[in-house]
T-cell receptor, first 111, second 113 residues
Framework: DAKTTQPTSMDCAEGRAANLPCNHSTISGNEYVYWYRQIHSQGPQYIIHGLKNNETNEMASLIITEDRKSSTLILPHATLRDTAVYYCILRGDNYGQNFVFGPGTRLSVLP | GAVVSQHPSRVICKSGTSVKIECRSLDFQATTMFWYRQFPKQSLMLMATSNEGSKATYEQGVEKDKFLINHASLTLSTLTVTSAHPEDSSFYIC?????????FGQGTRLTVV
């Protein structure tokens, strides 16, 4: 079972920031927070991951609370192409492990 | 970045026939690959773990004789759906890990008629 909870769906206006929350209150000390997204009928795409520090790359920012029990993925300027299902996933430092997907958040970016 | 390629992207087959899906890691070697299945409006579910040079490991409830997995080389894993039935119609996705990330194929939409 997935160890994260996310809202089922969210809407965001095009050009505005999309803030996607994720709760992971039972996270272990060696577990990273990963975010993937899946555009309709495609394979999941990596977005970002982090352990405890905030992270930023060209796609998004990841804000992890100090107690690590929750995090927020931020897409700074959402476009219509960002409409997808976003998955927040915990994974330990065994890099040979598979990813366990929960239901994710269906983000709709509206014009 | 690393790329995982899956082929075919879409296939329609008749009931009772077999279908083979290929998953290749294009620019890295993968001793382990994963196969997932996704039904409409549902999340990805792990079916099996493919191990180069040894038998695949199947998740509970997945029939190993129906979903044959072969990991013949460090860059290729294949999933064969044998004696396909309409209830096998689904979106099949493979992945391989490199360093800290998992890279996913484009997926294969299987329709059994």
């Amino acid at each position: 079972d997935a160890k994260t909870t996310q809202p089922t769906s969210m809407d965001c206006a095009e050009g505005r920031a999309a803030n996607l929350p994720c709760n992971h209150s039972t996270i272990s000390g060696n577990e990273y927070v990963y975010w993937y997204r899946q555009i309709h009928s495609q394979g999941p795409q990596y977005i970002i991951h982090g352990l405890k520090n905030n992270e930023t790359n060209e796609m998004a920012s990841l804000i992890i609370t100090e107690d690590r029990k929750s995090s927020t993925l931020i897409l700074p300027h959402a476009t219509l192409r960002d409409t997808a299902v976003y998955y927040c996933i915990l994974r330990g430092d065994n890099y040979g492990q598979n990813f366990v997907f929960g239901p994710g958040t269906r983000l709709s970016v509206l014009p | 970045g690393a790329v995982v390629s899956q082929h075919p992207s879409r296939v329609i087959c008749k009931s009772g026939t077999s279908v083979k899906i290929e998953c290749r890691s294009l620019d890295f070697q993968a001793t382990t690959m994963f196969w997932y299945r996704q039904f409409p409006k549902q999340s990805l579910m792990l079916m099996a773990t493919s191990n180069e040079g040894s038998k695949a490991t199947y998740e509970q409830g997945v029939e190993k004789d129906k979903f044959l997995i072969n990991h013949a080389s460090l860059t290729l894993s294949t999933l064969t759906v044998t004696s396909a039935h309409p209830e096998d119609s689904s979106f099949y996705i493979c992945s391989a890990n490199r360093d800290t990330e998992a890279f996913f194929g484009q997926g294969t939409r299987l329709t059994v008629v």
